[in-house]
């Protein structure tokens, strides 16, 4: 059964010491607690390139109240390793 009924993924440059870094971020609009969602992206094979994984509340006046997580991907994930995203 699915766990998100939305998943965007973008990439975006990070600014760092040597110089900017492309790194995907994704935002996963769910209803689940954190445990159920990490024990989902570890099934999945995907929490080993999660950098940073925030949870988000917000009012989107269109669609009602959206919530979710936000999450930063390390930069060395490819979007072939995040295909799975599609699975969750």
């Not at 989107?60 to 390793?81: L, R, V």
Request: charge should be negative; proline fraction near 3%.
């Amino acid at each position: 059964m699915s766990l998100a009924s939305e998943v965007t993924t973008w990439q975006e440059d990070d600014a760092c010491g040597d110089g900017p870094v492309t790194r995907y971020r994704s935002r996963v609009r769910t209803n689940v607690g954190p445990e159920q969602f990490k024990a989902r992206l570890e099934t999945l094979g995907l929490l080993a390139f999660a950098e940073h994984i925030e949870r988000y509340e917000t009012n989107w006046h269109w669609i009602g109240t959206g919530q979710g997580y936000a999450i930063i991907w390390k930069s060395e994930a490819t979007f072939a390793d995040l295909l799975p995203l599609a699975r969750l």
